[in-house]
């Protein structure tokens, strides 16, 4: 069981729908972050939230920090071939030196 | 920028065999990870580092061990390979709270057979 469980685990959709990717857990973070991970690569960060409720916008993306901080989602608004990637996200627990990594979405946009 | 670097990029070896996969980092950071991703999954953290001469286990820190004689390197040792070790490993560095990115390497694609 992992402490950080996202949905879905794969996601293929068409080039200008609209998705939404979870990340949940049953413990409290101090602050939660969003990574793309391409073929090959290592992840690259998105975003950082910090504050229960905090919702932070990257262009057609939507990050939101549960009110609890135990879980958070990411909202893609008219989805591009360029989002084609995975999508991490990764807590922090009490401000710690260590991230727990979720298993990651695995979404796929065909033009 | 360099950032941080993995070497080598791909590595097969026999089970049995050792070998350290090397990172080195030119942001002066003083935090460094190790992470080990399986196929299709997330990251599972191995080993990470709060300064020279300071390392800690993470998750999944069997079979692997680390040192951190500098601030710039970290390098991670498997001694006796096993197939179960086959993963993409990523070194990871940042500098300071977590409002700040995790900077990752490229990986390193290791296969025991």
């Keep these: 069981t992992q402490l950080l469980e996202q949905s879905p685990q794969f996601l293929s959709i068409q080039e200008g729908e609209n998705l939404t990717v979870y990340c949940n857990s049953s413990s409290?973070?101090?602050?939660?972050?969003?990574?793309?991970?391409?073929?090959?690569?290592?992840?690259?960060?998105?975003?950082?939230?910090?504050?229960?409720?905090?919702?932070?916008?990257?262009?057609?993306?939507?990050?939101?920090?549960?009110?609890?901080?135990k879980d958070s989602s990411l909202h893609i608004t008219a989805a591009q071939p360029g989002d084609t990637g995975l999508y991490l996200c990764a807590g922090a627990l009490n401000a710690g030196n260590m991230l727990t990594f979720g298993g990651g979405t695995r979404l796929m946009v065909k033009p | 920028?360099?950032?941080?670097?993995?070497?080598?990029?791909?590595?097969?070896?026999?089970?049995?065999?050792?070998?350290?996969?090397?990172?080195?980092?030119?942001?002066?950071?003083?935090?460094?990870?190790?992470?080990?991703?399986?196929?299709?999954?997330?990251?599972?953290?191995?080993?990470?580092?709060?300064?020279?001469?300071?390392?800690?286990?993470?998750?999944?820190?069997?079979?692997?061990?680390?040192?951190r004689s500098t601030t710039e390197d970290f390098p991670l040792r498997l001694e006796l390979a096993a197939p179960s070790q086959t993963s993409v490993y990523f070194c990871a560095s940042r500098g300071g709270p977590w409002g700040q990115p995790q900077h990752f390497g490229d990986g390193t694609r290791l296969s025991i057979l």
């Design chain 1, 28 to 69: 409290v973070f101090s602050s939660l972050q969003w990574y793309r991970q391409e073929p090959g690569e290592g992840p690259v960060l998105l975003v950082t939230v910090v504050t229960g409720g905090e919702v932070k916008k990257l262009k057609r993306l939507t990050f939101q920090f549960g009110d609890a901080r």
């Design chain 2, 1 to 67: 920028n360099a950032g941080v670097t993995q070497t080598p990029k791909f590595r097969i070896l026999k089970i049995g065999q050792s070998m350290t996969l090397q990172c080195a980092q030119d942001m002066n950071h003083n935090y460094m990870y190790w992470y080990r991703q399986d196929p299709g999954m997330g990251l599972k953290l191995i080993y990470y580092s709060v300064g020279a001469g300071i390392t800690d286990k993470g998750e999944v820190p069997n079979g692997y061990n680390v040192s």
